[in-house]
């Protein structure tokens, strides 16, 4: 059965955008270094941080996001960056027309769209991006691990990692510690 990975880029104080939806720095380790992430893609990181994205990249199979998410990349025109399948969390149907070759699943409800993923991912990773939908899914016990890229960067304010959890969850200590390049890159199992 696939792992469930809620992961995504962190200030250190929590955020992953600022109330405007914009990342200021969080994303600049993805052009400070001289290894290609990606072929082709422009993302040059540091080898520490190559060594540790590639095969976590290369593992996922599908991807569950928000509607919001969704909206603001246009879904990556039907190209996702990483795995082969989305599943997008929405009350909103497809838009019509919108790349109809592509992989992308519309579902109304957290729960439905992990089943879908993991369906979809077989026994690849499913990721789920961080914030409201991420939140949710860590909330209903959905998650297996968490991975967080700690950039050091102070918000003070913005879209939280998890979104609007309320409760406290307890995590495993990180299984995975890395430092690269303006960047330290976290992997904590959730503890059942």
Do not use: C
């Given at each position: 059965m696939s792992t469930v990975v809620m992961h995504n880029v962190v200030s250190v104080d929590g955020f992953?955008?600022?109330?405007n939806d914009e990342i200021g720095p969080l994303f600049d380790w993805y052009f400070n270094g001289d290894?290609?992430?990606?072929?082709?893609?422009?993302?040059?990181?540091?080898r520490t941080s190559a060594d540790y994205v590639r095969p976590l990249w290369a593992n996922i199979g599908s991807m569950v996001i928000g509607r919001h998410l969704f909206d603001m990349t246009n879904g990556w025109?039907?190209?996702?960056p990483t795995g082969e399948h989305v599943v997008v969390v929405s009350h909103r149907p497809k838009p019509d027309g919108w790349h109809p070759?592509?992989?992308?699943?519309?579902?109304?409800?957290?729960?439905?769209?992990?089943a879908k993923a993991r369906e979809l991912a077989g026994e690849r990773?499913?990721?789920?991006?961080?914030?409201?939908?991420?939140?949710?899914a860590f909330g209903l016990g959905l998650v297996d691990e968490v991975a967080m890229d700690v950039v050091p960067v102070v918000f003070g304010s913005g879209k939280r990692y998890f979104g609007s959890v309320d409760a406290?969850?307890?995590?495993?200590?990180?299984?995975?510690?890395?430092?690269?390049?303006?960047?330290?890159?976290?992997?904590?199992?959730?503890?059942?």
């Amino acid at each position: 059965m696939s792992t469930v990975v809620m992961h995504n880029v962190v200030s250190v104080d929590g955020f992953i955008a600022d109330a405007n939806d914009e990342i200021g720095p969080l994303f600049d380790w993805y052009f400070n270094g001289d290894v290609d992430l990606v072929d082709g893609g422009g993302i040059k990181v540091s080898r520490t941080s190559a060594d540790y994205v590639r095969p976590l990249w290369a593992n996922i199979g599908s991807m569950v996001i928000g509607r919001h998410l969704f909206d603001m990349t246009n879904g990556w025109d039907g190209s996702p960056p990483t795995g082969e399948h989305v599943v997008v969390v929405s009350h909103r149907p497809k838009p019509d027309g919108w790349h109809p070759e592509a992989s992308y699943h519309f579902v109304d409800d957290v729960t439905q769209a992990i089943a879908k993923a993991r369906e979809l991912a077989g026994e690849r990773t499913v990721a789920v991006a961080a914030g409201e939908v991420g939140g949710q899914a860590f909330g209903l016990g959905l998650v297996d691990e968490v991975a967080m890229d700690v950039v050091p960067v102070v918000f003070g304010s913005g879209k939280r990692y998890f979104g609007s959890v309320d409760a406290q969850h307890l995590l495993e200590d990180p299984h995975v510690v890395i430092q690269g390049d303006r960047v330290l890159h976290l992997l904590y199992r959730v503890r059942r």
